[in-house]
């Protein structure tokens, strides 16, 4: 039997460029994320990410990793992934079930799911169940604002240069004022045109009363979805916009955890899109349960993506698995969300490239997450400089 023989944490930070913002308060002048690094007695090594959404630190992760999750781990057998899972979440249930906590346990299962896929010689999504796909389309996240800039006509030339990269959709932030919002998501329309996809993301920057008005007039413009126009603790807000909106789909999820933290929102349907984050929400483990959830309800699953390469890869393999919802020609086909706002953690963290092939991302193939990862990088820019 493959036994644990450690537990490393890494609190990676790194400066911005640019420093920008979104709807929230504050300046992103860093970008932080924790990585897991789990080893076995056999030579085997595995990664996770714990995602660090907006201005959260990574050393909170960190802590529940190195002061809890450690303890468990040592000498247990990473192929036993779901029981690991559960004994993390009863163990932390008492001061975690939601954030960063849960974002520990995420890391851990993707390490997890990555060794097993070595210990196999299969990719995790072949662990999965299987793709339903190869490859995956991408939606470019970005526009982010700068001070001083000069808006629309920034984000205009943004969405041409993602057109140009061979996107065929794109995120767009808003949540700066209605007026303000439907000024610049016209432009970007004009800029690209009918056929491209235009979601947008108010990063919960309204109520309800607001987010009514934003929903009639996005709706008018052909916009795919609307993600989080208010604040994920009012479900009912939530459902009156679904309910409103003739064809546009509202979505959320980003910043709720677990099968736990889910079941209400499929309950009540609040929802057309639910986004729980691999790297947050539960890893892979955690999303399988979620995703059961959603299928059940005749929901679609389209998660939220953040982070590092880890994220990011492990994000490839699980919405590779995603089925069609319903299978149908009509059936909603789940899209990879793609950061390009400058990330050191995605450029540099492996040797793989993940990139565009004919305006899609091919799904990796290797052995679990099928990815090389940079240790120098981890150490380098590991803030406690431990190792």
């Not at 802590?63 to 979440?89: I, N, W």
């Not at 001070?147 to 240069?161: H, I, M, S, V, W």
């Not at 995120?171 to 004022?177: E, L, M, S, T």
């Amino acid at each position: 039997m493959t036994k644990i023989t450690g537990v490393n944490t890494y609190v990676l930070a790194a400066d911005v460029p640019q420093p920008f913002f979104f709807a929230q308060p504050g300046i992103v002048h860093r970008r932080s994320s924790m990585v897991v690094e789990i080893e076995t007695d056999d030579g085997y090594v595995g990664y996770g990410e714990a995602l660090c959404n907006g201005h959260q630190p990574a050393d909170i992760s960190a802590a529940t990793v190195d002061a809890s999750l450690k303890l468990l781990l040592m000498g247990r057998d990473p192929m036993h992934s779901s029981v690991l899972y559960e004994e993390a979440y009863n163990l932390t249930k008492p001061f975690g079930q939601k954030g960063a906590v849960i974002g520990a346990i995420s890391a851990v299962d993707i390490a997890l799911w990555d060794i097993k896929g070595k210990i196999l010689n299969q990719p995790i999504h072949a662990l999965l169940g299987g793709a339903f796909r190869s490859s995956l389309l991408p939606y470019a996240t970005g526009f982010y604002r700068v001070e001083g800039g000069d808006y629309p006509a920034l984000l205009a030339d943004e969405a041409q240069k993602h057109l140009s990269a061979g996107f065929s959709a794109m995120k767009v932030k808003i949540g700066f004022g209605v007026d303000d919002d439907l000024r610049n998501v016209v432009a970007i329309r004009k800029a690209v045109g009918d056929k491209v996809k235009i979601l947008v993301d108010c990063n919960h920057a309204y109520n309800a009363g607001t987010a009514r008005r934003l929903v009639r007039e996005l709706d008018k413009l052909g916009i795919y979805w609307l993600e989080e126009p208010i604040t994920p603790e009012d479900l009912d807000g939530y459902r009156a916009l679904v309910d409103m909106a003739p064809s546009m789909l509202i979505a959320a999820g980003e910043n709720e955890f677990s099968r736990h933290g889910f079941w209400p929102w499929v309950q009540r349907r609040a929802v057309d899109i639910l986004q729980p984050d691999l790297a947050a929400g539960g890893g892979f483990t955690g999303l399988k349960e979620i995703q059961t959830l959603a299928l059940a309800a005749g929901l679609s699953i389209n998660p939220h993506v953040w982070g590092t390469a880890i994220g990011l890869v492990a994000a490839l393999h699980f919405i590779a698995s995603i089925p069609p919802v319903p299978i149908s020609r009509g059936g909603h086909e789940p899209m990879l969300e793609f950061d390009q706002s400058s990330h050191a953690f995605r450029r540099e963290l492996i040797a793989e490239e993940v990139k565009l092939v004919d305006g899609r991302v091919p799904v990796p193939n290797a052995p679990g997450l099928g990815i090389t990862v940079n240790r120098e990088m981890l150490v380098r820019y590991d803030q406690r400089n431990k190792h």
